[in-house]
């Protein structure tokens, strides 16, 4: 456990606010008066997107658990709202599913528009927090993506909630960040979940009402800051208390999965199998990423009856992971998703080496040369308009993969 300590204390000179990647791109973002988003990937597969109109910040997503933390801070900020899902129409649906839904909750009165900004600037602070851990340990890569500010207004529903000072929010992110690795706890993110391995050790080191709230809390399916909000703690103070116990070896911090998001989808574990089990293991694996579970129970029924291998992929933050999992022969992959597009993704696959050759085709619903050039650009091999018909799957299929096969 010191040597964690060790690398913590000597990773604390990197993370240094003014040495940053991520200070430096938003400190010029507000220089420049950009609009955009600003795309930031780690080596594990993470991205989280951090928005800005005309320099300032408006909205941050992504990351390790993006749905858990949206459920949080709805939970926290605004606890009247009980319905947890909600569909959108895909035809209005912008980059940020999330930040659209606060507009329309905004719209519809359902929330205050202050509860509603206090839900930006939390957000905000949670993203930058983690992406400073994240770029104290690992290389990050960092993408711009600039578009007209009467355009971002629109996909805002004309007008952002709120228009956050971005050397503010980070002063106070870094703050946290500094404070979170002087205490030892650089190594340990917040997105992990305490859990008891030595419940006898830990009566004994605890009162007995103490040891009881310890018990249902720290139950391995709960992060740190899921147990901070549930119990109205400081998030620091909360962790801090938790690192003697970490160091006797009485609670150890796991890694646990996300949630279902804010429209339901199948988690990147819970996909679609392989179904049939009469289905040769050797038979070519098509794979459908894609947020939409309709689309992706529609795409599988249409490839397994035709005698293929099918894997439908819903959490598109974690798809290139899970591709990277794979052998596919062929991709149907989604450009209109939320938080990361289908270009994007397309993109990420095409770096990897064994995969620069598999086929890839892209859905839209839209059919324009822009949409077609661009999906080119990023690699993409063929383009495919939604609704989708039966025909032009299987012709997609033959192309691809049944012509593939008998060169």
């Known amino acids: ?21 991520l200070t430096k791109k938003l400190t010029l973002f507000r220089e420049q ?7 930031i990937t780690s080596s594990k597969g993470y991205i989280w997107k951090i928005y ?5 910040l408006t909205w941050a ?52 528009r202050e509860a509603a900004i206090e839900i930006i600037k939390s957000k905000i602070q949670e993203v930058l927090f983690d992406i400073f851990q994240q770029e104290a340990y690992q290389s990050l890569s960092y993408r711009a993506n600039s578009i007209k500010t009467s355009q971002l207004l ?54 007995q009402q103490s040891y009881q709230n310890l018990v249902r809390l720290l139950d391995g399916k709960k992060n ?34 996300d949630i279902g998001g804010p429209v339901k989808y199948i988690s990147a574990n819970n996909n679609s199998k392989i179904a049939s089990k009469k289905v040769n293991p050797n038979t070519p694996l098509i794979i459908s990423i894609d947020d939409r579970e309709a689309m992706s129970k529609l795409l599988g029924r249409i490839i397994e ?12 933050l974690n798809a290139v992971a899970r591709v990277m999992e794979e052998t596919p022969h062929l991709i149907f992959l989604d450009i209109d998703m939320p938080i990361i597009n289908g270009y994007e993704i397309c993109s990420q696959i095409r770096r990897v080496a064994e995969f620069k050759d598999v086929p890839i085709v892209m859905l839209t619903g839209h059919n324009g040369i822009i949409d077609r050039a661009r999906a080119k650009m990023v690699g993409a091999t063929g383009f495919m308009t939604k609704p989708i018909e ?3 799957v299987i012709r997609a299929v033959k192309k691809y993969v049944e012509e593939k096969q008998s060169d």
Request: hydrophobic share 40%; net charge positive.
């Open 154 to 207: 629109a996909a805002m529903l004309r007008k952002p909630i709120a228009l956050i000072n971005s050397e503010q929010s980070i002063q106070e992110s870094h703050n946290v960040w500094s404070a979170w690795v002087q205490k030892g706890l650089g190594f340990w993110s917040p997105n992990l979940a305490p859990k008891i391995i030595q419940p006898e050790a830990l009566a004994r080191a605890v009162s």
């Open 305 to 316: 009856k035709a005698g293929y291998r099918f894997l439908g992929i819903n959490d598109n």
């Open 1 to 21: 456990m010191n040597a964690i300590k060790d690398v913590s204390n000597q990773n604390t000179n990197r993370s240094n606010l003014l040495d940053t990647e």
């Open 52 to 56: 800005s109109c005309l320099g300032r």
């Open 390 to 392: 039966l025909q032009d």
């Open 61 to 112: 997503d992504g990351g390790i658990h993006p749905n858990r933390s949206w459920r949080r801070h709805l939970m926290k900020y605004c606890p009247e709202i009980k319905q947890q899902h909600r569909n959108i129409d895909p035809a209005n649906q912008w980059d940020s599913m999330t930040y659209q839904l606060l507009a329309i909750y905004l719209q519809e009165k359902t929330i205050e």
């Open 224 to 257: 740190l800051r899921d147990i901070a909000y549930l119990t109205n703690q400081n998030l620091f103070k909360l962790a801090n208390y938790f690192v003697p116990f970490l160091h006797q070896g009485i609670l150890e911090f796991t890694e646990i999965k």
């Open 33 to 39: 008066q950009f609009s955009g988003s600003l795309t």
